[in-house]
């Protein structure tokens, strides 16, 4: 695991954007997993800024978004489709049908076989954004996830419910079932940029960096991937050995 430390959220964001950028301009085909949450919105940001001033082609890219709640569909405004047409794929020159987020809706066991078959087609993502939640988390993968799961439909612990409320009316209205690509799904990804900034990350950031590699903190798991990058600012690095 790679650690790349920054003063502030700004410079982070620019950096990992600027990576992406490159993965674009060297493979204009290339395969981007995204997530959702507040962590990539800055990098998203200096993305849109980028092909705004320096018109990076995306027309060739293929996304695959790591989850979506349940029963929410992509026009609703708290679903994850919604918030990537809105946070970037809108602002890109990306063919919406190139972008993939999981179904949330209708048939879910069909719905899952059918992203980790077009995940496939695709030949595999080069490269994956990551989050981590205050529990571990990466994707829905909640802790007590087994390491070998693909795609699939999944329970939200409270905390992870109580984490996201903020973008809803109240906890009761966030949707308590996700389809998220499993672990083993993420561990197939050539490459992994992972975001973390602020204090509330430490803890998981010390567990996942310096910690045994156990289901109880699903990000763990990431020591054995062999091309693993961890932006974090130094609030998010503070507890790391
Ligand atoms: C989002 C996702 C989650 C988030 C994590 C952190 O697609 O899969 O794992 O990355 O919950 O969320 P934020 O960035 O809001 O702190």
């Known amino acids: ?109 069909e719905a899952c076989e059918s992203y980790e078959a077009k995940i496939v087609s695709a030949g595999g993502i080069d490269l994956q954004l990551l989050g981590i939640g205050t529990n571990g988390h990466i994707g829905f993968n909640e802790p007590g996830t087994a390491f070998d799961t693909r795609t699939h439909v999944t329970q939200l612990l409270q905390e992870t419910i109580d984490g996201n409320a903020r973008f809803f009316d109240s906890a009761a209205d966030v949707p308590k079932e996700a389809v998220t690509m499993g672990i083993d799904t993420i561990m197939d990804v050539k490459k992994i940029i992972l975001i973390a900034y602020g204090s509330k990350k430490a803890a998981a950031i010390r567990e996942m960096v310096n910690g045994p590699v156990t289901d109880s903190m699903p990000a763990s798991i990431l020591q054995k991937h062999q091309d693993v990058t961890l932006f974090l600012d130094e609030e998010a690095a503070s507890l790391l050995k």
């Not at 809105?86 to 179904?103: A, F, G, K, M, R």
């Open 1 to 109: 695991m790679q650690i790349q430390i920054f003063q502030d959220e700004e410079s982070l964001h620019r950096a990992v954007a600027k990576e992406l950028i490159e993965a674009v301009k060297t493979k204009p085909n290339t395969v981007l997993g995204l997530s959702t949450g507040s962590s990539p919105l800055g990098t998203y940001a200096n993305m849109i800024k980028d092909h705004q001033v320096s018109g990076t082609d995306y027309s060739d890219v293929v996304t695959f978004n790591l989850d979506e709640y349940v029963g929410l569909d992509g026009t609703h405004s708290q679903s994850y489709r919604y918030f990537m047409n809105t946070s970037l794929l809108n602002h890109l020159n990306i063919p919406l049908n190139q972008t993939n987020v999981p179904n949330g809706t209708g048939d879910l066991k």
